[in-house]
């Protein structure tokens, strides 16, 4: 978001913030939106990855409205810094980035649907910025949490790169990580432009299409 500082570099863990061992505020039971619990166990049946496109304002919203999406919540992923809080993250003196955590059905929304969306709906190619905003926890990330996920992201990954290269564009600089710890974001972050329908919201994308 606007508000950060500007970071270039992601810090190693010895560099990191030591956070602490618990968090430090709470967040609600349930989806602003969808009324689903926000920190349940995944349903039977259903999967979770973690995507990070910049601002995670906006993408949540998106997100939340994708048929097959149980629920969505925004946090912090990727860094060194435990239970950190937002005000740490800008720093950039944590390593995370934000990101939004998406529970769905695959049987409704497959996991090519899912990555779709999220090579469409920004550009991967910025490094440590999205749009307006600058900093590395603004960096794009997929967090797997399967061997079918991971493929999926490899495999789209590619193609997307292909359409990027035909097009003139650069590389794709996302992550692709076995979902590293997520830290939930402050509750004001949960659902916020549900709350605040008037707020920030800020992406950039290529414009282009992963192949069907």
């Known amino acids: 978001m606007i508000f950060g ?61 994708l048929p097959g ?20 993250v800008c720093t950039g003196r944590t390593g995370h980035t934000e990101v939004v955590r998406v529970v769905y059905d695959p ?6 649907d899912l990555l779709r969306w999220f090579w469409e709906n920004h ?23 399967s061997a079918e996920q991971r493929a999926e992201a490899e495999r789209t990954r590619e193609q997307y790169q292909a359409v990027l290269d035909a097009a003139g564009h650069g590389a794709i600089t996302t992550e692709i990580l076995d979902a590293p710890a997520y830290y939930f974001a402050e509750d004001y972050h949960q659902q916020y432009l549900y709350k605040s329908p008037h707020g920030y919201d800020c992406h950039s994308s290529t414009g282009l299409r992963l192949p069907d």
């Open 123 to 145: 550009d991967p190619t910025q490094g440590y910025r999205q749009g307006n905003d600058v900093g590395t926890q603004y960096r794009s990330t997929i967090g797997v949490t």
């Open 69 to 88: 999406v149980w629920s969505t919540s925004v946090g912090y992923q990727g860094g060194s810094t435990p239970n950190p809080t937002y005000d740490e």
């Open 5 to 65: 500082r500007t970071t270039t570099r992601v810090p190693d863990a010895h560099e990191a913030l030591p956070g602490r061992p618990h968090r430090s505020y709470d967040v609600a039971a349930t989806h602003a939106v969808l009324g689903t619990p926000l920190e349940g166990p995944v349903p039977a049946g259903h999967a979770e990855l973690t995507l990070g496109t910049g601002c995670f304002w906006g993408a949540e919203r998106k997100l939340w409205q």
């Open 107 to 112: 049987s409704v929304l497959s996991h090519h």
